[in-house]
T-cell receptor, first 111, second 115 residues
């Protein structure tokens, strides 16, 4: 069974204090790993899809990387508006159309 | 480009009733997935449709069903509602391109409260 574990559950940072969120996964046949941002009461907002180990993608202050067992979401010099829950999900070759999600990391950035 | 739309946004139902939720995917997207999100269980996969065919189903009871129309719009139905069905129901639209890349976009969700 596909498994996704995110850590830490919660992270509090000062504005400008860079850090990383972790997403560990156990799947057979990774098709893609998704990162999302979710604000309270809203649907997840798509950030990145990573496909193979060694791949990196960037968007503003966010950079996502992928290895064979985990993915990291690096947040550089975060701002209060980056406060949200960040979700990781995997899509596999054996489970068409089904994304398995981690429980998320809730990030709070204090000014 | 319009995003994924879901209707209604909020719904209050009584135990034992049934409910139908609607999702319109991004234009050109043929895959629609449904998820249930609760504080205790996180995002749980319900089912996925592609070109009107259900390709995958999660571990939910038969009270949860869905369908997809020829224009890719999708509906999900929950019969005999239980208190535990209270949740945010999310629809996601995915368009795998010819290169095998995937981007999955979610709608705003329907907040269902069962009393």
């Amino acid at each position: 069974e596909d498994q996704v574990t995110q850590s830490p559950e919660a992270l509090r940072l000062q504005e400008g204090e860079s850090s990383s969120l972790n997403c560990s996964y156990t799947v057979s046949g990774l098709r893609g790993l998704f990162w999302y941002r979710q604000d309270p009461g809203k649907g997840p907002e798509f950030l990145f899809t990573l496909y193979s180990a060694g791949e990196e993608k960037e968007k503003e202050r966010l950079k996502a990387t992928l290895t064979k067992k985990e993915s990291f979401l690096h947040i550089t010099a975060p701002k209060p508006e980056d406060s949200a829950t960040y979700l990781c999900a995997v899509l596999t070759n054996t489970n068409a159309g089904k994304s398995t999600f981690g429980d998320g990391t809730t990030l709070t950035v204090k000014p | 480009k319009a995003g994924v739309t879901q209707t209604p946004r909020y719904l209050i139902k009584t135990r034992g009733q049934q409910v139908t939720l609607s999702c319109s995917p991004i234009s050109g997207h043929r895959s629609v997935s449904w998820y249930q999100q609760t504080p205790g269980q996180g995002l749980q996969f319900l089912f996925e449709y592609f070109s009107e065919t259900q390709r995958n189903k999660g571990n939910f009871p038969g009270r949860f069903s869905g369908r997809q129309f020829s224009n890719s719009r999708s509906e999900m139905n929950v019969s005999t509602l239980e208190l535990g069905d209270s949740a945010l129901y999310l629809c996601a639209s995915t368009n795998p391109t010819g290169t095998g890349t995937y981007e999955q976009y979610f709608g705003p969700g329907t907040r269902l409260t069962v009393t």
